[in-house]
């Protein structure tokens, strides 16, 4: 069995009956499915041709839609939409809410499964097609509101992965529904108020990079890989928080004590290979080579060159070792090695 069967085979082994993928099997806090982890791992299952997989994601999805057609109704008809209001990041993997205390108020995995979504390409219902409407009429309300980034932290910030995936939502949203959608108004905003020095920065509140900026390249391609945007941003990720085929989320990451993170350097790979940089899409590639342990498994990260290496005693202490396996992290892979491998017409 191969690298690219095995991720596979993981992936569906910890797939429910109900369809969604949980975060991690083996994690003490990685027991929900997030709609952002689900979403790129169900697409990450099209593209190997798990389609299968893939689409039993996307129905658990829009069943969770609808049964929160009557909160999204709710903000939709709001004035002053509060961040309380927000729907939550992640479910039970039977769909239900869980009312805890986990900062659940995240905007980007909605427009990250639209993308997926269409990007899967399986016929949609009439019912189907209007609760996806109606999931584009709550990000269209809701994108400028502050909410908890992609790495579910700074509250208080417009984050430019979570308009990356609301604004790749929208323009899929365009494609499910034939219609115009505010998906460029998203990406001006972007390029307007969320960039310095001719690059992306990570926030409003944050002029660094976060390595999920590359998203805007692959695997969204809202804009072009061989961009000066683009290779401005992808630039000073290298130099500030890429290590020999590893990569950190952002610069003052303690999280673990801000190792490397896998599924992030699956990503800048694709982004590496699609331009032809092919010496350090290839570092990047034997990198992840090696972080499978002896399960076949790939963990959240990795804890070498750490940035905090204090914290990373604390959260073990707290929550536990590094999740292994992480789904999302054997779905970037699959991303990659199906690219590299030429496996899918891009």
């Known amino acids: 069995m191969n690298r690219i069967q095995q991720s596979a085979k993981i992936i569906e082994e910890n797939q429910s009956h109900w369809g969604s993928y949980i ?29 299968e997989s893939s689409t039993k994601f996307l129905r658990w999805g829009l069943e969770v839609l609808k049964n929160q057609r009557e909160q999204m109704e709710k903000v939709v008809a709001c004035e002053h939409v509060e961040m309380k209001e927000l729907l939550p990041a992640r479910y039970t993997l039977d769909g239900q809410v869980t009312n805890d205390d986990w ?24 019912e189907d097609l209007a609760i996806c409407d109606l999931c584009i009429r709550y990000l269209e309300k809701i994108w400028k509101i502050p909410c908890f980034d992609v790495w579910e932290e700074f509250p208080d910030a417009i984050h430019t992965s979570t308009l990356l995936a609301i604004s790749a939502g929208l323009r899929a949203g365009e494609h499910l529904l034939s219609r115009k959608t505010a998906w460029k108004d998203v990406l001006d905003f972007i390029m307007n108020e969320l960039t310095i020095d001719g690059r992306l920065r990570k926030s409003s509140a ?32 290298i130099e500030d928080i890429y290590f020999k085929g590893g990569v950190k989320r952002y610069a003052c990451d303690s999280y673990y004590g801000g190792g490397s993170w896998v599924l992030l350097s699956a990503y800048l790979g694709c982004h590496m290979h699609s331009i032809g940089e092919s010496e350090i899409a290839e570092e990047i590639w034997t990198w ?55 496996l899918k017409s891009r």
């Not at 905007?107 to 993308?115: P, Q």
């Not at 969204?220 to 290779?231: A, E, K, N, W, Y």
């Not at 963990?299 to 060159?305: D, F, I, L, Y």
């Open 23 to 51: 975060a991690s099997p083996n994690f003490s806090q990685y027991g929900h499915s997030w709609f952002r982890d689900g979403s790129f791992i169900a697409h990450s299952m099209t593209v190997a041709g798990r389609r």
């Open 103 to 126: 900062p659940n108020a995240q905007n980007d995995g909605y427009g990250t499964f639209l993308w997926a979504l269409s990007e899967n390409g399986d016929h949609l219902s009439p």
């Open 206 to 237: 944050d002029e660094s990079v976060d390595s999920s900026l590359v998203w805007a390249s692959f695997p969204f391609r809202l804009l072009p890989c061989g961009s000066t945007i683009v290779q401005n941003t992808v630039r000073r990720i």
């Open 288 to 342: 992840i080579s090696k972080q499978y342990d002896d399960k076949g498994y790939l963990p959240e990260q990795v804890p070498e060159n750490l940035l905090r290496e204090e914290m990373l005693e604390h959260w073990i202490n707290k929550w536990g070792p590094i999740a292994s396996p992480l789904l999302w992290s054997h779905a970037a892979f699959l991303e990659f090695a199906t690219l590299r491998a030429g």
